[in-house]
């Protein structure tokens, strides 16, 4: 069962948005990685259609 | 729908286990494929006369004075918007040329052969800093030295690099790479390589002293000797990737001061472009600010294509000012590029990343996915002919160029 | 001269760490030398014969570290031995170059941390779900702290999770507590064996900083976001975390948290308690009891009761006991009303809510609708209570702040009380005012001075008008903010601080019911 | 040595779920042709920031970031950094966990024949030069240049020093009971007297290829006298008895053979491993190769 997997795992974050989530964490002694994250196709919604098309999604 | 990742490492192996070596030189009219008399060759996707920039317009006038098809800049200028001389990419004839890219057809090209693939790449010689014709100049200096070049400095590489058998272009990237080039902006390892291999054989097959020691002097005079032979090796990888059904690998990226265009494995010989920019953060020579730079120009870029120049950067830490940081930012500018990029090219190692191989093929979904665009390690000209090289710094590729190819993929495919 | 020395069984360095080590140690002052070698027999005779072999190193053996150091005298050999091993413990906790590379991407985010198991996404709703689902396809659980993400995406997500039996926490999901690390806004509780699924923010936060302050503890709490519970989303991530803390073994005591769930919803989260064993304790706030018990949970009328409901059935308090103890504060609590009232003249009527919490928000219109009556709210129970004007108050008022006509371009109200002060002040000029209700929810997230920013308003609008001012802190002494410090600062600034928003909504419920105080 | 007493307590591998759960996170780069990848589960023997070595149904396999390289008992996974790997409680590694479908195998056997043997002679001094150069001051390299025995200073310095001297020097002349003494003796996790005899090993190996004599029966009994309870440091010796390289030692010996232009780098990445085991492997190599090729192999003509 996946989920006791993770209760019963250190837990491991990686942080897509706001930084202050993972300096909390940080703070508490968890392990947190964040992503640089930038908005796919710089937001443009017809390519990132036809990106999800080639992607198989 | 095709298998896109197949395809890809596809791709990337031909990119990979290509055997570039310099097998000889020979005169553009005679080797290049699809050279004509009246044909000049320029660096990027196709532009026409009337949409060509200052640098590059500076190059056509200096090669048809130097071809003797005009005597003034006038003539020149003329002759070029009288639609009888032929505009055409460098890529379209298995040619790169850094800056304007400007081939002639009595200009001496180096020959490089990628054996595994039996295809073959063209480039002139480096005419080294400053007032060039590559940078646009077309004073009597900068034809004179081209007409040494061609006279002097042509046969005498020539006859050494045959007596040499040709020359292992791989193992002298390889090398230089751990000797702090990325082979793009700095190629000072791979020059004084290329020296150590060549000065025998020249002394062996030249006969007087005075033309030995000038033409070792221009070698070891000019850091960036070896640029035009870095991207004539990465031409040569990079052309057997090229058409394969279903690949999102891009095979060329380059610049005509105007455009910047892409070409991708799966789409054949389109271009896809959009305009070129001016590098916002680069280093400028003292003297010279952003108002004096021409938009990105220059064929060079089939370096980052090929997983060197700027994906190699963290390689480079001599030149780390260029990326406005410490040699860790460098490393992380390399690092970054993994996540663009389909493999590695275990040949190119980054000897600070523990040598694992440079970042190598460009999968424009990836930069399309992650937002994430590959970024190019580059010198800047003079936006007026002539003046030549101003600066130099890292440049983004424009994220539309990838948007358009996304759509033509879709397109054709899903 | 000294020798001492330690064997180090099963420890392992690089030969890298040792040498540097050994290196620094022989350095100290007067340490003759310093060594750190593997216990085989070369290495002892080579000791030996450098006078640094200990009795207690003769059976060592070849895959024991032995740490020997010789020195001048006891003093400096016992220092010397001690640094030696500082020195070899701060070698562990070295970081990596690796680490300061921003990784792009989720899928190369693994790469400089392996064994990832969670991802918080709080990007914008329109890209929010495609990295869901990318985390999803790793196997990996995540929280969606964003919101305004399209409804079709959002089932598609939930649907995916339940599939793989992966949390879904989200989207809109402000706080979850996974073993232990407070996720998003989310206060820091003590561990236990009280598992909470919670579809209601601000409501999993006051659950559990009251069961953290009344001694209880959380072993898991899982966020889910308000929408699960809505029928279409047949509460996919609610069943998933309700699932696992049943098999949870540290989990004891399971508490449940939401507005009334769609009945179709309700049944479901029937179906999976009839295989449970554990007690459960439901807070559907504003749900019938009835409905509750009939899917075997023990209904809670709020979330105060839901919490100590639960502490006392984790300590295996008796019922008789509990409805005691809660009999003797609510007469505390009227008391206190009966003494408060009379402070009020007679044009004070009015109650006057400005909430940061949503959920706080609900309850206390569920608490109050039977003791005062109509009460309007931005966010009414009764549509036809709905304010013409959320800026302003008419008769009973309740605002939920955390509203988007109230946060666009605007931080969250828990972060920027700028706007409440404001309309605090001016509520306190109203006359017929009689209780201006505030409530603070601190925790990680929110913001870190509540005391500063609010202390000196509720002392401004005390001079400005007679309005009692009510205030309930959600949070406990371990949040950065320190709970009990800044309950202190609103005292003294003259508020009535209760900890629990239901206590508070009650008190402002008897004072209203009887104005007088007699 | 049973599992039950591998110290590994602290050192296990929290991300590594149990069997059957194969949410798999790494992935795998190269694999060693010694590695059966029939048996997935096993336990963790040492796990440092670079290396976990596991016990993997009785023998040593390792798990390895790229900048360890590969090795008969490697497997590269793809991830600069394994402490992540190592954070909690419990002892058992789950192979299964690692994604093997890229990875490729690597094949530790040395690319050398007797054709090569002139080159790789003349390129032997540049080796020897780069390793009194460039070795780390503690290592076995004062046996190849006598002024670097100035490095030991503490007494216990030199007594490790001396006895490296002389029981390797023993060894050499022909005591192949020598090697008894030699074992075990020294710095670090796989102490150097074990390195250096992993270093002859080697050298009989190559030695054997360029002359086209039998050395295996000899190199399996120094084995056997040399083998410790010390298991990384067994497994070293093993593989080397067995002529199998780690990929590092690979590159220098392909080097040395044929691309004089590439023994730089190779034998600086070589002499990066551990503090001195990159070193004194080397000297062992040297030296032993440099009486060889003066007087044959010394423990054959005693016999």
Partial sequence: MKTLDLFTSELKVINVGLTSFKESLEQEGFKVIQVDWRPPAGGDEEVMEALRKLMGK | MVDMDKANKEALRRLVSATPKLVGMGKAIDVVPGMKKNMLLHSGPPVTWDRMCGPMKGGVIAALIYEGMAHTKEEAETLAASGQIEFSPCHHHQAVGPMAGIVSPSMPVYIIENAAFGNKSYATMNEGLGKVLRMGAYSPDVIERLKWMEEVLYPTLDRAIRFLDGMDMKSIIAQALHMGDELHNRNRGATSLFYRAIAPAIVRTTSDPLVIEKVLRFIDGNDHTFLNLSMATAKASLDPARNIEGSTMVVCMARNGTDFGIQVSGLGDEWFTAPAEVPPNALYFAGFTKDDANPDIGDSSIMETAGLGGFAIGAAPAIVQFTGGTPKDALNKTLSMYEITIGENTAYQVPYLNFRGTPTGIDVRLVVEKGLLPFIDTGIAHKNPGVGQVGAGLVDAPMEVFKKAIIAFSKKYA | MVAKGVIKKGEYFDSVTLMLVARDASKIDGVIDATIVMGTAQNKSILEMSEMLLDEFRNASDNDLIIAVKAKNEAAAVSGLKSTQDLLERSRQKTTDSSEYMPKSIESAFKVLPGANMVIISVAGKYAAEEAMKALQHDLHVMIFSDNVPKDKTLEIKKLGREKGLLVMGPDCGTAIINGAPLGFANVVNRGDIGIVSAAGTGLQEVSSIISNEGGGISQGIGTGGIDMKKDFGGLSFLTGLEALIADPQTKIITLISKPPHPEVLERIGEVLKTNKKPVVAAFLGADPALVKSIGAIPASSLEEAALLSVSLSKDVSMEQFNKEIKESENKLKELAKGLAKQLQPEQKYLRGLFQGGTLAYETQVILKDMIGEINSNVPLDPTLKLADSWRSVGHTVVDLGEDEFTVGRPHPQIDFSLRNKRILEEARDKSVAIIYLDVVIGHGTNLNPGEELAPVISEARNAGNALIIVTVTGTDRDPQNKHKIVKMYKDAGAIVLERNASASRLAGYILQNPRGN | ?303
């Fill in chain 4, 1 to 303: 040595m049973s599992e039950l007493d591998t110290p590994s307590s602290r050192l296990g591998v929290s991300s590594f779920p149990e069997e059957g759960k194969n949410s798999v996170n790494i992935a795998a780069v190269s694999v060693g042709d010694d590695i059966d990848l029939h048996e997935r589960r096993g336990v963790i023997h040492t796990a440092f920031r670079h290396v976990i070595n596991c016990k993997v149904n009785g023998s040593l396999v390792s798990i390895v970031t790229p900048a360890i390289g590969s090795g008969p008992n490697n497997i590269v996974v793809d991830s600069a950094d394994l402490t992540s790997l190592t954070g909690r409680e419990g002892c058992i590694c789950n192979l299964s966990v690692i994604d093997f479908s890229n990875a490729r195998v690597f094949d530790s056997r040395p690319v050398l024949d007797e054709r090569d043997s002139s080159e790789f002679l003349t390129n032997f001094h540049f080796l020897e030069q780069i390793v009194i150069d460039e070795a780390s001051p503690l290592s076995c390299a004062f046996m190849l240049d006598e002024r670097r025995a100035g490095f030991f200073s503490t007494p216990f310095e030199t007594g490790v020093r001396d006895h490296l001297r002389h029981s390797y020097a023993g060894f050499l002349n022909g005591s192949i009971e020598e090697v008894g003494l030699l074992k075990g003796a020294g710095f670090g996790l796989t102490p150097q007297g074990d390195d250096l005899i992993s270093g002859t090993l080697i050298a009989i190996y190559v030695y054997g290829l360029m002359k086209q004599l039998p050395t295996e029966g000899l190199r399996h009994e120094i084995y056997n006298r040399a083998r410790t309870s010390n298991e990384i440091s067994s497994s070293f010796l093993l593989y080397a008895s067995l002529g199998r390289v780690y990929e590092k030692f690979k590159d220098l010996l392909d080097a040395l053979a044929h691309d004089r232009t590439r023994i730089h780098d190779a034998a600086s990445r070589f002499l990066g491993i551990g503090e001195t085991s990159g070193a004194d492997v080397s000297t062992g190599f040297i030296v032993s190769m440099k009486k060889f090729y003066k007087g044959g192999l010394p423990w054959l003509q005693k016999e």
